[in-house]
């Protein structure tokens, strides 16, 4: 098992700096929590190789504050952390529409309604 390459995919962060933190959080749950001292130390020493490229490289392509996902892919050698490579997804987070659900209580007429969206447009 220890030569299969293995996959870890990222949920669609709203900026990539926010996937990568994701993926931060997963090798730490996943490789140093549990391990001997120097397994630990050689996965800690392979993530913080992967993860300054990771930010050095969406820094440099200008998609730090874009939508993304972080894909690693990495073997588990007798549980040391190994990447192989990673891949980060960028997307385009925009409101494709905005639907407004009024709610007041009690039984409010339109012109209620219409008076109370005026006061949120005033502040």
Request: net charge negative; aromatic share 10%; glycine share 6%.
């Amino acid at each position: 098992m220890s030569g299969e390459i293995k996959v870890w995919r990222s949920k669609i962060a709203p900026t990539t700096r926010g996937a990568i933190f994701r993926a931060k959080r997963w090798f730490y749950a996943t490789f140093f929590s549990k391990a001997p001292e120097d397994k630990r130390e050689a996965s800690k020493r392979n993530w913080t190789q992967l993860a300054r490229k990771l930010v050095e490289e969406t820094n440099k392509e200008g998609v730090s504050d874009k939508g993304g996902r972080v894909i690693i892919y990495y073997k588990d050698e007798d549980g040391v952390f190994t990447p192989i490579r990673a891949e980060v997804e960028v997307y385009v987070l925009e409101p494709i529409k905005t639907i407004t659900v009024p709610f007041t209580e009690g039984s409010e007429t339109s012109e209620n309604i219409s008076e109370v969206e005026a006061e949120i447009e005033e502040e």
